[in-house]
């Protein structure tokens, strides 16, 4: 009885410590982390080419993980090439650039590397054109570019009149970034004014109020500045009503010319000429010649018919053709916002952004 006691008690006690004795290793793997199961490209380099042309060749080296896949993919190249690990963590390849080939200094190549499950990825920051400049380079010399090209409206000004009635006109100057397309919005006006710029960075135009126009003395007037695909917008700060007793200002009456503009656009028209009888016969007689030709000349009478009609149809239009006049139309818009198009037998020798006069019907330079 003894002997069965203590056998009993032996069981007991092993059975109380089971938890402990099979689960601990399972507890610590759920808690448990590798930290070099995390796969990172240290660095992602290559040895550019003095010419990205056929036969040139271009060195990768990749660094990372060990123990892992790692291939390259060039923009422009159909297929991901691997890189060969030379050594613990560092892939290398060398590519040789193939006639079919269209590889420039900035093409994008991209780095994979797996390891396990786990893939990292990395962009070439270098250029693969030995001496030109790599992304980062690039990357600040564009945002650069892009803050100098800020466009800014330093002052935005207007000589009013004393009244708000037809007739009366409101002059109103801009200062900004120099070689843009300035603009006036006002409050109660259809359209807009367009501002002329009459020296580096300034800009200045003038409204004749009209008898539809509804304007009040503080109406919204907003000028808008755009160089390239920028733009900058400023309100007015002031009334486009004068004090009693105020002069207008001798800069209006001197920089104001009722004819002058800026040309707008220039457009190429073709026009058709008349076609005649008379093409329309010859193409008939062609058309006829080569329906009877078909089946070897024993063409039927519709063939006939029907080849002299598309006969006809072609004559007819090969003669618009042969008489088609081209001639060019240039728009000019006015410094009081208006605009006028003049026609052009032959080509103008003006440009878009030109400043001119209209005098008689024709564009002088202003």
Do not use: W
């Amino acid at each position: 009885m003894n002997i069965f006691k203590r056998t009993l008690i032996a069981l007991c006690a092993l059975t109380a410590l089971a938890p402990f004795a099979f689960f601990p290793t399972v507890a610590q793997a759920q808690q448990y982390v590798n930290p070099a199961a995390v796969v990172k490209i240290d660095g992602f380099d290559v040895e550019p080419a003095p010419r990205l042309s056929a036969g040139n060749e271009l060195l990768f080296t990749l660094y990372g993980n060990p123990g892992g896949t790692a291939s390259v993919r060039i923009e422009a190249v159909v297929d991901r090439f691997p890189l060969a690990e030379v050594e613990a963590g560092v892939y290398e390849a060398t590519y040789t650039i193939s006639i079919r080939d269209r590889i420039t200094a900035t093409s994008t190549v991209t780095a994979n590397l797996r390891v396990g499950n786990q893939i990292a990825t990395a962009i070439l920051d270098e250029s693969l054109l030995a001496g030109a400049a790599s992304r980062s380079d690039m990357k600040r010399a564009s945002d650069a570019a892009a803050a100098a090209a800020i466009v800014k409206v330093t002052r935005f000004e207007v000589d009013p009149p004393v009244r708000l009635d037809a007739g009366e006109q409101l002059f109103f100057s801009l200062s900004g970034n120099p070689g843009g397309k300035a603009s006036v919005r006002i409050k109660g006006v259809k359209g807009k004014l367009a501002l002329t710029e009459v020296a580096a960075g300034r800009y200045e135009g003038l409204y004749t109020i009209k008898n539809r126009d509804r304007i009040a003395a503080n109406a919204e007037v907003i000028a808008t500045l755009r160089v390239g695909e920028r733009e900058s917008r400023v309100l007015l700060g002031q009334s486009l009503l004068a004090a009693p007793g105020h002069t207008p200002s001798s800069r209006r009456a001197a920089r104001y010319c009722t004819n002058c503009g800026v040309v707008e656009s220039i457009n190429v028209v073709e026009v058709k000429g008349e076609g005649t009888y008379l093409g329309k016969i010859a193409g008939g007689v062609v058309g006829a010649l080569i329906g009877s030709q078909i089946g070897k000349g024993r063409g039927t009478t519709a063939a006939e018919i029907a080849g002299a009609v598309g006969g006809a149809v072609a004559g007819n239009e090969i003669e618009k053709r042969t008489k088609k006049t081209t001639h060019y139309e240039v728009t000019v818009r006015f410094q009081g916002g208006g605009a006028q198009t003049i026609s052009y037998a032959a080509e103008p020798a003006f440009r878009v952004g030109d400043k001119v006069k209209v005098e008689n019907g024709a564009l002088v330079a202003n």
